[in-house]
């Protein structure tokens, strides 16, 4: 772990020094090499003064850029001024350094590949999940404890893995062992960390939820791709949150995504969700399931009208519910039976609002305010708190 952050660390330096010197009005420049690998600083070390701006650790001075990034006067111009930075648009060998700085987290175990495959997205049976999460002894044992936990509320023990799928459906117990793998494969060093980790499962655990009951109300195909495409959404903020130098973590924004997809690329040179991208891609997921989780939060700084038809309202769906997961985490939105979508007037929503007006999603509004779909939101937040 040593080693990654002291990866990240100079990776985050390399990106910000690129900018940093652009802005001092060189011209021509080009982009920040890899960075050079060395040892990590012992712990409570102070940076070396050349890397003291660009980390802005415990007693440095806010990087005025953020602080204008942070508390912008107008929202939609805050947005307008955003420019996200794509992966595929880096040079190989920044992209190869980005690559090469997370391949130490550990890789998932096979049946992610399994699950996420489109055999089985598209004609999986119960059958076949029993046998692949019965494979993965450790996999089968987190499902068995989180359906028999007071969340589901169940009046007798399960006892097996074909029982839990019985009660539960397949959805559901894919979804738990797509989120049990994702948040073992990475490991807090502090308890800040581990808040951090924490909050985003818990988002990432509403959000699914979320897009599950949304889809079937608004008879949207692929359930189960889309579903699991919002849990890989996260992948970037929890290999972010895991990775990155411990001063860093006070200053990503926990909410919103605008505020955090600028302090990331300014910190790291990529937003989250093309780090997601990179170690998705890495871990050999399907191509499509990749875009799709990682164009999610294209929704944020591209106008409906931009995105591929085909896909803008799965797109737009799995966007709202990522972000309502978030607020919901974190209390921001109390209940969702007085959520207004059509009065938020936040630059996070600003470009999914021009998505309300297509057919596919017309009674969207309408089945996010249902007392069903918020009672079971409740009960899971509220069985959190306990």
């Avoid at 009005?25 to 012992?42: D, H």
């Avoid at 029993?130 to 044992?141: D, F, M, N, T, Y």
């Avoid at 411990?246 to 969700?273: F, K, T, Y």
Wanted: aromatic residues 6%; contains cysteine; charged residues 20%.
């Amino acid at each position: 772990m040593s080693y990654l952050l002291a990866a990240l660390a100079l990776l985050t330096a390399a990106a910000v020094a690129a900018m940093l010197f652009k802005r001092s009005g060189s011209r021509g420049g080009t982009p920040a090499a890899a960075p050079a690998r060395r040892a990590a600083p012992a712990p409570g070390a102070a940076a070396a003064p050349a890397r003291q701006p660009t980390l802005a650790g415990a007693g440095t001075k806010a990087d005025p850029v953020v602080a204008v990034a942070a508390a912008p006067a107008e929202p939609v111009a805050a947005l307008a001024s955003y420019r996200p930075q794509r992966a595929a648009e880096l040079p190989p060998e920044r992209r190869k350094s980005y690559v090469d700085t997370f391949r130490e987290v550990p890789r998932p175990p096979k049946l992610l590949r399994h699950l996420m495959s489109p055999e089985f997205l598209e004609a999986a049976n119960s059958a076949q999940l029993v046998e692949l999460i019965s494979a993965e002894p450790l996999i089968a044992a987190k499902v068995l404890t989180a359906v028999n936990s007071p969340l589901y509320g169940l009046k007798s023990p399960v006892t097996s893995v074909g029982q839990a799928v019985t009660y539960l459906g397949l959805n559901t117990v894919r979804t738990l062992c797509l989120q049990y793998i994702l948040i073992s494969a990475f490991k807090a060093d502090s308890p800040e960390r581990q808040q951090v980790l924490d909050a985003t499962w818990r988002a990432s655990a509403l959000a699914s939820e979320l897009t599950h009951q949304l889809c079937y109300r608004l008879g949207m195909a692929e359930p189960g791709f889309t579903v699991s495409a919002v849990v890989l959404s996260f992948l970037g903020r929890l290999a972010t949150a895991a990775t990155m130098p411990r001063a860093l973590l006070p200053q990503i924004p926990a909410r919103d995504l605008l505020a955090r997809a600028e302090a990331e690329q300014q910190r790291m040179g990529l937003p989250a969700s093309e780090i997601g991208r990179l170690l998705m891609t890495e871990w050999g997921l399907p191509e499509r399931l990749v875009a799709e989780a990682a164009d999610i939060d294209t929704v944020l700084s591209t106008p409906a009208q931009g995105l591929d038809p085909a896909r803008a309202p799965r797109l737009a769906l799995a966007y709202l519910c990522a972000r309502l997961g978030e607020r919901l985490a974190v209390g921001e939105v109390p209940d969702l039976l007085t959520f207004d979508l059509a009065a938020t007037a936040d630059a996070e929503l600003h470009h999914f609002r021009g998505h309300l007006s297509d057919a596919r999603l017309a009674k969207l509004t309408e089945h996010v305010r249902a007392p069903a779909l918020s009672a079971e939101l409740q009960r899971m937040i509220a069985f959190w708190k306990r």
